[in-house]
């Protein structure tokens, strides 16, 4: 009965730390695409599109439909991009990752060190729409 007891518990255990992990990719090519747009805005506030070159690098989550979207509304911008590998060791580094929050996403980009992280609702019509200011925390 204790061996059982124990079985039961082990597995009921492994249930709930297996359905915490998120799937890969978990991110729509559409949502992608929007969220990266946004992204590219930003980044192009910060830095100089034409002389700036940025690897793209994955994040702890990788999201193979928002990385290649983000290296794209990059490269619209202006951007030199490189995936993975930095080219240029004074290049800049930028990793993304979207965790699904209340119907949308919570964005974490990580950009030189710098944490900066913005919320993101639906419209009616179930787009996305930015549900908070880009919110930085810079590196020490």
């Known amino acids: 009965m204790r061996a059982l007891l124990l079985l039961t518990l082990f597995f009921a255990l492994t249930a709930c730390a297996s359905?915490?992990?998120?799937?890969?990719?978990?991110?729509?090519?559409?949502?992608?695409?929007?969220l990266s747009l946004d992204v590219a805005a930003y980044v192009a506030g910060e830095l100089p599109p034409a002389?700036?070159?940025?690897?793209?690098?994955?994040?702890?989550?990788?999201?193979?439909?928002?990385?290649?979207?983000?290296?794209?509304?990059?490269?619209?911008?202006?951007?030199?991009?490189f995936d993975g590998t930095p080219a240029d060791p004074a290049g800049h580094r930028l990793s993304a990752a979207a965790d699904p929050?209340?119907?949308?996403?919570?964005?974490?980009?990580?950009?030189?060190?710098?944490?900066?992280?913005?919320?993101?609702?639906?419209?009616?019509?179930?787009d996305l729409e930015p549900a908070s200011v880009f919110a930085k925390r810079t590196a020490p």
């Open 51 to 81: 002389s700036t070159n940025i690897t793209i690098m994955p994040s702890a989550l990788p999201s193979p439909n928002l990385d290649s979207a983000l290296a794209h509304a990059l490269r619209d911008r202006g951007f030199a991009v």
């Open 101 to 126: 929050f209340d119907g949308g996403y919570i964005l974490r980009l990580e950009l030189d060190g710098n944490l900066i992280t913005r919320l993101y609702g639906r419209t009616a019509s179930a």
């Open 19 to 34: 359905a915490s992990k998120r799937p890969v990719d978990e991110v729509s090519s559409v949502d992608a695409k929007s």
